[in-house]
């Protein structure tokens, strides 16, 4: 049976991941490939629960290792439980958040460099998304367009988001051929034709598979 594919999104909070995902996923679904939808920290019974833990406000004293090894544990059950399975049926599955979102998190913006790497590659056992869209938004201004009270991460100085920023320039810089980046202050519309020219010539190649 031929694998399926695995599409991730990126980004600082607020620049648009989310009303992006649920258009491809219509787009996907006009084209009637079974398709599933996810998150990080999340998509499991356990990995939501690990997200109350990670997210919740009063959780002031989380040393950060802790904080980068509960989104590698998240991660960990959410690969084994949802992610990889479902490439294996064959199904495409868009990911809100990855590995990459614990690089440019903790390993920029907590300063924990490589070692966040270095833990997540046990989490992940070797899954490499196909493609990652990353929404590239000035924290500042992803953070006007939160209308919502800020979770523990969120509520980070700027100084934190500026440097997850830099990680995720670092990020697209290094991975060129999988990471695409993309001004997230465009329109939706123009952002997602823009998501939709990159995807089509993987879509092409996937089903000529
Ligand atoms: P994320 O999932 O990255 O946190 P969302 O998709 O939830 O971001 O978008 C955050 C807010 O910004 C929402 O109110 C959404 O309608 C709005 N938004 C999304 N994309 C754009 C855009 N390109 N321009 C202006 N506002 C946008
Ligand atoms: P999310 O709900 O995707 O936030 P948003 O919709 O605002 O973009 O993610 C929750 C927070 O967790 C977000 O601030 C990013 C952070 N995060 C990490 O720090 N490391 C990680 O590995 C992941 C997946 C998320």
Redesign the pocket.
């Known amino acids: 049976m031929k694998k399926g594919l695995f599409i991730t999104f990126e980004?600082?909070?607020?620049?648009g991941?989310?009303t992006q995902i649920s258009r491809l996923k219509k787009r996907l679904e006009s084209l009637h490939i079974s398709t599933i939808l996810t998150?990080?920290?999340g998509g499991t019974l356990i990995g939501e629960k690990i997200?109350e833990i990670?997210?919740d406000v009063e959780h002031t004293e989380m040393d950060h290792l802790t904080?980068a090894l509960l989104?590698a544990a998240a991660?960990s059950q959410h690969v084994s439980q949802v992610i990889q399975p479902a490439i294996d049926r064959g199904e495409a599955v868009i990911c809100?958040?990855?590995?990459d979102?614990?690089i440019?998190?903790?390993g920029f913006?907590r300063g924990l460099g490589d070692q966040v790497r270095i833990i997540n590659e046990y989490a992940v056992r070797g899954l490499v998304p196909d493609l990652t869209f990353l929404l590239l938004l000035d924290p500042a201004l992803g953070k006007k367009r939160?209308h919502r009270d800020y979770?523990r991460?969120?509520k980070e100085e700027d100084e934190f988001h500026q440097m997850v920023y830099q990680g995720y320039m670092q990020l697209a810089a290094a991975f060129p051929e999988r990471v695409v980046a993309i001004d997230a202050a465009k329109s939706i519309l123009e952002i997602e034709e823009e998501i939709n020219r990159h995807f089509d010539p993987l879509l092409e190649e996937w089903s000529n598979q």
Do not use: C
């Open positions: 980004g600082p909070d607020g620049s991941k989310s998150r990080e920290p997200r990670i997210l904080e989104y991660r809100d958040r990855f590995m979102s614990s440019a998190y903790q913006g939160i979770d991460l969120e």
